[in-house]
């Protein structure tokens, strides 16, 4: 039984281990990667994207690097920067993705990679490794 469309919220973050362009591209696009393959997204159903990034990284909006994506030209999109927190994980981007989906939230499967893979171990891939079976909508 396939329940109505919703808007649900996907999380993520990675970090890069330089502030520069080529690094926080690279890292963006492969944590936009994983998000659209373990959710099997389809752009048009991504309503809009938050990118947040610690204050020493400012070579580059991370929001930039989605809106060069087949299909993400529609997509809202924002950046902001994260405020300062004392002893914080360093040159963290992290991403808060809505899209409209006919799964339950608790089927939304969050990418943490790089440093980031330990914010939310509760969040681990072998957690949520059933749902990756999930059918296509």
């Not at 396939?2 to 649900?8: E, L, P, Q, Y």
């Not at 389809?42 to 990118?51: G, H, L, R, T």
């Not at 957690?127 to 990756?132: C, G, R």
Request: glycine fraction near 2%.
């Amino acid at each position: 039984m396939t329940s109505a469309w919703k808007v649900r919220a996907i999380r993520g973050a990675t970090t890069v281990t330089e502030n520069s362009a080529p690094a926080i591209r690279t890292a963006v696009r492969e944590l936009i990667d994983e998000i659209e393959t373990r959710n099997r997204l389809d752009p048009e159903e991504i309503v809009s994207a938050i990118f947040t990034a610690t204050p020493d990284l400012d070579a580059i909006f991370p929001a930039s690097v989605a809106r060069d994506r087949p299909g993400w030209d529609n997509v809202a999109l924002l950046d902001v920067q994260q405020f300062h927190v004392k002893g914080a994980l360093p040159r963290c981007i992290r991403v808060l993705i809505h899209v409209n989906t006919p799964h339950p939230q608790r089927e939304m499967i969050h990418a943490y990679l790089g440093e980031a893979k330990n914010l939310r171990p509760d969040w681990s891939l072998a957690a949520i490794a059933p749902v990756l079976h999930r059918p296509l909508h």
